[in-house]
């Protein structure tokens, strides 16, 4: 199971019921803007994350409602970083692939909404009781300032 960092700011436990994904979402906006990301940021980063908790209750756990992912939320120095935690197969993440953007069908976007938003995406490849998907989003740099003449 999964143990709790001390830098860890949040983490959540729920069961793989998609209705249960709005109180990730209110959580997981707020929290981001909690730590400094703009509102439009926060809601990015919370797409992110709901896509990557639905493709785990839908692809991992083939839609079964009664398993359980963890959702743990750290500050960076230089951003947030969010890990999700299943209990399902493992994934093997070469053999993943966003569609192509000009198929047009409804779904299947996630991965490529999971891959733009964030800076960074991967599957920790030590992990053994399923999969651990971490994802970081980066604060943007303060825009420079030009100095008074």
Not at 74 to 99: A, M, S, T, Y
Not at 131 to 145: D, G, H, S, Y
């Amino acid at each position: 199971m999964s143990e709790a960092r001390s830098d860890t700011l949040v983490e959540m436990k729920i069961a793989s019921d998609p209705r249960l994904l709005n109180i990730v979402r209110c959580a997981i906006e707020r929290l981001s803007q909690m730590l400094g990301f703009s509102q439009q940021e926060a809601r990015m980063i919370t797409l992110a994350v709901d896509e990557a908790c639905a493709n785990v209750i839908c692809h991992t756990y083939e839609k079964r409602s009664d398993c359980e992912i963890t959702i743990q939320c750290r500050r960076l120095p230089d951003g947030l970083e969010i890990v999700l935690q299943d209990g399902g197969p493992k994934v093997e993440e070469g053999l993943l692939k966003p569609r192509p953007l000009d198929e047009v069908k409804p779904g299947g976007l996630g991965l490529h909404f999971m891959y733009s938003i964030m800076d960074r995406v991967t599957y920790d490849p030590e992990y053994q009781d399923g999969n651990r998907l971490i994802m970081i989003k980066k604060f943007k740099p303060a825009p420079t300032r030009e100095p008074s003449a």
